[in-house]
């Protein structure tokens, strides 16, 4: 008898030794890397660690007793700052996931170093497809959006409109380039046509000569494939130059809430676009967008309302596995559901794709704007499925 | 079609055109960059971020008292003058006796400063401004479109840097100005107040840069990196055109204006560096700049 308690004793000691354990270092942190000065600031930046913050804030920032912890950083828009940052918090900081990350380039580089050091990264904001294509990674997990879905959404419904003949205005750098490249691809499934384009620099805050080239080709559709400053620039001296009074359809290839507030509804008035979330759809979007919005005085990006779900779904994933082992967590996290206030029942496929809903969505005229922040129509909801590439297609390794 | 260099005549006249309207704010921006030089020997790399300030200046008009473009146009460049004269008066004015690159400092961290201000108040993305209503609308000149607001940006610095140059170098004002930095001793024993006389120069360059922004504010977004973006090619300007000269600042902003309105046509890519190049071969021909003269 006694030599079985004993024995149950020493069992039930090497268990809760054991439960110790599956917590690494007694906290779960959690790694804001962003970029908190430059162009993305609005749509990420400051607003995607207050999204985060909401987020373990439900879980009383602490998940099975074990405390989380947010800390942030700024990228700058610089994918070796990125890599320096996201290094030097695995390794001295103890990260357990890195979140958040903008702009494509600086994403692929810590995706590269995620996957080395075996540690969880969810992303809600860059846009290219190779993070879930040649570069995925088993630990890498694409939330809210892509160059892919954003793009052929956006083309497929113009084209549909009977806007076949396009020209380009795209940024000089990778991000423009195959952002230009998915609309261009679904233009030539569909039957449209690409009557030309011209490359810009980045950060370029005149328009008027690109504008003038894309004026006189004729095209029906002028698509500009940039972001952020770029975009607001461009989509206003088009309609200084009269674009859309000569009959051209003006389309944002990427286009955030932020950008439309920056522009104003005069300008930006019947613009289509393609978003993962508007905060004005259902019940729970408004109600979350409104405790964001006592925080930072604007409505939520979909990049920052992505923030908020990824980061949500990975606490409850380390919850459900009692553990923040980053195999078991991520393992977790594919086997359940994406379920939140901007996600209903959505899947995660092997290549890291979040395959959530996109919505087509068309900017209001001042006249039907009610109030603040009121400035989108949904015009359309694409299920995942259709909305992304399919993953088997997406030439990542990890899908079978 | 006709063409010319290869390039349709209708392409290039409408892209020189074009060139003209951003040379001229090059002129008027490089222009405020050359009198402060020529006169306080101070290199303001403040400037671009007075030029942002005056846009936002502009913009909080009309937000917050309803004020609209025209008044802003008068005021804004009033209120940076007036942030320039005291900028000027409180610590500027400490560095003279020291070398350049004190004042270049300062007004570098200044340029952070106002900068990450107003990104923290008013946010990355910018705001917009809507282009005042007796200048909507454009003319079809047949080989383009000219929006009017466009049109009224040439005319408008054309006549701000010809007055300039006329009030600097033709008026006896301008003369004193002029005597005064070769020889403020001298100019101070005639009975006049140098040091007032500097303080004023600098309010007035800055203004110049406030004007500059409120011109833009409709065209650009009114946004806290839009002077960043612009002040290394108003430096590359007045380096070209030669430090401290003013005509040079005028006729090499307009003339860099319609170089890069070139590029655009026939390299697109080619258009932000083109100015650089420029600067590359000036600086090896003639160092002193185009206009300028060995001190």
Known sequence: MRSILLAGTALATLASGAAHAQMSDNVIKIGMLSDRSGIYADINGEGSAIAARLAAEEFGNAVNGTKVEIIVGDHQNKADIAANLARQWIDTEKVDVVADVPNSAAALAVQVITRDKKRLFLMSGPGSTDLTGKECSPYGFHWTWDNHAVASATARALVEQGRKSWYFLTADYAFGHSLEAEAASTLKEIGGTVKGGVRHPLGTSDFSSFLLQAQSSGAQVVGFANAGGDTINAVKQASEFGLPQGGQTMAALLLNINDVHALGLPIAQGLTLANSFYWDMTDETRAWSKRFEERTGRKPSMNQAGVYSSVKHYLKAVQEAGTDDPDKVAAKMRGMPVNDMMMKDVRIADNGRVMNHMYLLQVKTPAESKHPWDYFKVLKDIPGDQAYIDPKKSGCPLVK | ?295
């Open chain 2, 1 to 295: 079609m006709v063409t010319l260099f290869g390039i349709p005549t209708q392409a290039l006249f409408g892209q020189l055109l074009l060139g003209l309207i951003n040379g001229s704010f090059y002129a008027l921006l490089s222009l405020g960059l050359a009198v402060i030089f020529g006169m306080l020997n101070v290199i303001n790399f403040a400037h671009g971020a007075l030029y942002m300030v005056g846009a936002f200046a502009a913009w909080l008009l009309m937000q917050h008292f309803g004020i609209g473009y025209w008044p802003a146009l008068l005021l804004a460049p009033l209120l940076v003058g007036l942030f320039g004269v005291v900028l000027e008066k409180t610590m500027l004015s400490r560095l003279y006796k020291l070398d350049h690159l004190y004042g270049l400092l300062l007004t570098f961290g200044v340029a952070l400063i106002l900068e990450g201000a107003f990104r923290h108040w008013y946010g990355a993305s910018g705001q917009p401004y809507p282009i005042p209503d007796a200048l909507r609308g454009g003319q079809n000149l047949g080989f383009m479109f000219l929006p009017n607001y466009r049109g009224w940006v040439i005319v408008a610095s054309l006549i701000t840097c010809l007055g300039t140059w006329y009030a600097i170098e033709r008026t006896r004002l301008g003369a004193y100005l002029r005597a005064a930095t070769e020889n403020p001793t001298l100019v101070q024993a005639f009975g006049i107040n140098v040091p007032v006389m500097v303080t004023l120069t600098y309010g007035f360059g800055v203004a110049l840069a406030g004007l500059a922004g409120v011109l833009a504010a409709p065209i650009y977004q009114v946004n806290p990196l839009m002077g960043s973006n612009l002040i290394v090619v108003v430096f590359a300007v007045v380096v070209i055109g030669g430090m401290g000269s003013i005509l040079g600042a005028i006729v090499t902003g307009l003339g860099l204006g319609l170089l890069e309105g070139l590029a655009k046509v026939v390299y697109p890519e080619a258009s932000n560096i083109v100015v650089f190049v420029v600067m590359a071969i000036v600086l090896l021909i003639k160092p002193a700049g185009l206009f300028g003269r060995e001190r």
